[in-house]
């Protein structure tokens, strides 16, 4: 269902822009988020996108991070600047029907797409 890429290895301060393409029914009707999972840490969310194209994205990358849908090509793009050793984990996208107070959850998610790796080097 969703398909992510644009990870990749880059050095601390450098930029990445993954991409997350959904079929048109689910990229019409969901939210797309994306949540991290650095190694021997539990995932966590980082940002997302309303069906609507409210956004909103973690504390820890506020200011760095932004996401945005391009819709023409049923795409989201989460814009990475700024980044930091700390940012190096495997990121995937989901979607999801849930209400916007629940986005920032990964048990609200219905679909997964196969995680991208990111890494940062100091």
């Known amino acids: 269902q969703l398909q992510a890429c644009g990870g990749g290895s880059v050095q601390a301060g450098g930029f990445l822009t993954l991409s997350c393409t959904a079929p048109?029914?689910?990229?019409?009707?969901?939210?797309l988020a994306w949540f991290r999972q650095a190694p021997g840490k539990e995932r966590e969310f980082v940002a997302a996108?309303?069906?609507?194209?409210?956004?909103t994205v973690t504390n820890s990358v506020k200011g760095r991070f932004g996401v945005a849908r391009e819709n023409a090509k049923k795409t989201i793009n989460l814009q990475m600047n700024g980044l930091k050793p700390e940012d190096t984990a495997v990121y995937s996208c989901?979607?999801?029907?849930?209400?916007?107070?629940?986005?920032?959850?990964?048990?609200?998610?219905?679909?997964w797409g196969k995680g991208t790796l990111v890494t940062v080097s100091s």
């Open positions: 048109e029914d689910t990229f019409r009707r969901y939210s």
């Open positions: 989901a979607g999801t029907t849930t209400i916007w107070g629940r986005i920032r959850s990964a048990d609200a998610m219905t679909y």
């Open positions: 996108v309303s069906w609507s194209g409210s956004t």
